[in-house]
Each structure stands twice: as structure tokens, then as C-alpha cells.
T-cell receptor, first 110, second 114 residues
Framework: EDQVTQSPEALRLQEGESSSLNCSYT??????LFWYRQDPGKGPEFLFT???AGEEKEKERLKATLTKKESFLHITAPKPEDSATYLC???????????FGSGTKLNVKP | DSGVTQTPKHLITATGQRVTLRCSPR?????VYWYQQSLDQGLQFLIH???????AKGNILERFSAQQFPDLHSELNLSSLELGDSALYFC?????????????FGPGTRLLVL
């Protein structure tokens, strides 16, 4: 069964304390892995798309990496404004379906 | 502001009714995706249209249908509504650049079925 699992469910960091979020997947025929940020009550904000193992993408304090089984979202020296829920999704299979993880709720304390 | 608009922002209706949600993609974007987000099931992919044609279908119920019109706006029709259909419904449009797809989400329509 195609599945996407994110961990941890919640993460509390002090400002400046770097960490990583994990997105592991078991799908047939990976087409792409997407990372989003979502603030409460708002639509997801697209962050990155990764397509092949070994690929890395960076944006400000965020860096996403991809292996054959999982993706990591590394947050370097986070700030309180990085607090949000981070979602990953996998596009896979012959029918290009999307499968979402349940998200990691990040709280960065000043 | 992503440039994707959704109407209405809020919708309250009764069980058994039918509603239509509308999405206008960013100018020039040919792809429209529909998603449902509920508290118990998280974000779920419903359907994807590209330039008027259905491209992919997720776990969309038979009571739900969608279409994309020649002007590229899309509508999601929900019929025989049930309490469990209460959720946030998002659409997103996307563009390909540098062999990479970027998605832009709308602000969502909050549906409450009473």
C-alpha cells in the first residue's frame, strides 16, 4: 500500500537550534516528492520538489534532500517565523496520484 | 497572495444538498489540482486537470465531480452532502520550469455541512 509517513508529529525548537524533519515513503513509481509549509487556516505554501535520489534543494534556512526511501527537510538556525506545519507529499504510480503525510508541526521559540 | 483565487471562502449547507466550489488558477497556468483537508484525514488529493482534461484522480467520491473549462477555471461539484464532507477544500495551479513543477495554492473554501 502506498504510504507517506512524517516524523516527528510535533517539534519544539529554540531559535537558532537546527534540526531535521523526516518524510519516509513506500510507493510504487515515484514521480516526485513535494514539501509544503502551511500556516493555520491558510493554504499550503509550496517549498520544494525533488525528483531523484541524491537531489538537494535549498531556500533560505531550509534544505531538502531525497533518498530512495525518504526525504529530509533540514532547518538551519530557525527563527520564530519558521513556525508552521510542514507537509510532504509524494506523486507516484501510473496515475500520478498524490499521497500526503500527516505533517510535522514546528514551533520555534524565541 | 499566490494568485490563485477560490470562491466562496465559506459555505454552510445542509446534508443532502449540492454545492459548487470555484477555482481560478494563476494567469497562464494550465494545471489545476483539487484537495480536501479535514481534521481526521489530513490533506487528500482529489483530482488533477490539465488544459481541460482530467489527468489524475485520487480518492474522490462518486458524489464529487470536477471539470476545467476553456478559460482554465475549474469547478468542484459536491452532491448528496454528508456531515463528513465538512472540510477545507483547496485548489492549486502549477507551472513547469527548469524540468520542475511548482504549485501555487489558493486560500481554500471552508465547507460546513449541518
Amino acid at each position: 500500500e502506498d504510504q507517506v509517513t512524517q516524523s516527528p508529529e510535533a517539534l519544539r525548537l529554540q531559535e537558532g537550534e537546527s534540526s531535521s524533519l523526516n518524510c519516509s515513503y513506500t510507493v510504487s513509481g515515484l514521480r516526485g516528492l513535494f514539501w509544503y509549509r502551511q500556516d493555520p487556516g491558510k493554504g499550503p505554501e509550496f517549498l520544494f520538489t525533488l525528483y531523484s535520489a541524491g537531489e538537494e534543494k535549498e531556500k533560505e534556512r531550509l534544505k531538502a534532500t531525497l533518498t530512495k526511501k525518504e526525504s529530509f527537510l533540514h532547518i538551519t538556525a530557525p527563527k520564530p517565523e519558521d513556525s508552521a506545519t510542514y507537509l510532504c507529499a509524494v506523486q507516484a504510480g501510473n496515475f500520478n496520484k498524490f499521497y500526503f503525510g500527516s505533517g510535522t508541526k514546528l514551533n520555534v521559540k524565541p | 497572495d499566490s494568485g490563485v483565487t477560490q470562491t466562496p471562502k465559506h459555505l454552510i449547507t445542509a446534508t443532502g444538498q449540492r454545492v459548487t466550489l470555484r477555482c481560478s488558477p494563476r494567469s497562464g497556468d494550465l494545471s489545476v489540482y483539487w484537495y480536501q483537508q479535514s481534521l481526521d484525514q489530513g490533506l487528500q488529493f482529489l483530482i488533477h486537470y490539465y488544459n481541460g482534461e482530467e489527468r489524475a484522480k485520487g480518492n474522490i467520491l462518486e458524489r464529487f465531480s470536477a471539470q476545467q473549462f476553456p478559460d482554465l477555471h475549474s469547478e468542484l461539484n459536491l452532491s448528496s452532502l454528508e456531515l463528513g464532507d465538512s472540510a477545507l477544500y483547496f485548489c492549486a495551479s502549477s507551472v513547469w520550469g527548469g524540468n520542475r513543477e511548482t504549485q501555487y495554492f489558493g486560500p481554500g473554501t471552508r465547507l460546513l455541512v449541518l
